[in-house]
């Protein structure tokens, strides 16, 4: 696949992943965390729970955080190389 791609098709990519917040687990997460704190802000007490839920209170991992250009990259460029067979303990230049 990395021998396919060309430039303007990873930037292109790059692009997309900076534009959906991410795709894949983290996002599938963050998404059922929006459907759990619905469910559970319907059914809050106000007198016992003041704050609103919150996605994040109800997600499996950490807290989404918008991830920045150059983690977008990287992530992008980890997955082509795990794709692609390369060793991951080898470091980019």
Do not use: H
Not at 8 to 15: D, R, Y
Not at 71 to 84: G, P, Q, V, W
């Amino acid at each position: 696949m990395l021998k396919q791609l060309t430039s303007p098709q990873l930037t292109e990519l790059e692009q997309f992943w900076a534009l959906e917040g991410g795709w894949g687990d983290y996002k599938q997460d963050y998404r059922m965390g929006q459907l759990c704190s619905i469910q559970a802000e319907v059914n809050r007490n106000k007198k016992k729970k003041s704050q609103p839920y919150r996605p994040d209170d109800f997600a499996m991992r950490p807290k989404m955080q918008k991830p920045t250009p150059s983690d977008n990259a990287e992530k992008i460029r980890s997955t082509f190389d795990m794709l692609a067979g390369a060793n991951p303990e080898k470091k980019r230049k």
